[in-house]
């Protein structure tokens, strides 16, 4: 055990003050190394407060340019299927032989339940021949003009 010196003058008392306190800040060095000050830390804080507040402004910008955007795919796929559904029921009424315009009468979301009515509206109206799709020129024009030109033009086709 270390034998006890008095300590005589200011000067010696501030010396070994001084040592002690150096050493206790050596060993709290120590045991904190690897750690982040305080300050660091509010200052890394304040540096991801900025950035997130930075992101928050960029989102908020990004949600208003986008905010129509579902409600507009929504409806073109809409109208998308609802062609996709008209053209199905054309194809189908023709092959059926409906006539044209009966092809918006159809009911069904599916070929085979578009079918199934077309087949049931065909034998509702029995058969006859489908509606033509232009005018085939079978009626006979009253005017001599008109029958002069109809004439041209059936020599100018071959008939």
Avoid: C, H
């Amino acid at each position: 055990m270390a034998e006890f010196t008095e300590i005589k003058t200011q000067e010696e008392l501030d010396r070994i003050i001084n040592d002690r306190l150096k050493r206790e800040r050596e060993s709290t060095a120590k045991k904190f190394e690897g750690w982040i000050s305080p300050d660091d830390q509010a200052k890394a804080t304040a540096d991801l407060q900025k950035q997130m507040d930075e992101l928050t402004k960029s989102s908020a910008a990004q949600a208003k340019k986008y905010a129509g955007y579902d409600k507009d795919l929504a409806e073109r796929d809409a109208k998308i299927k609802g062609y996709e559904t008209a053209s199905e029921k054309t194809k189908i009424a023709l092959a059926t032989g409906l006539p044209y315009d009966m092809a918006s009468r159809l009911r069904g979301e599916t070929a085979e339940d578009i079918q199934k009515d077309a087949d049931a509206l065909k034998a509702m109206m029995g058969t006859s021949k489908p509606a033509p799709l232009a005018d085939t020129g079978d009626k006979v024009p009253t005017d001599s003009s008109k029958t002069a030109l109809r004439d041209m033009l059936r020599s100018m086709k071959g008939e």
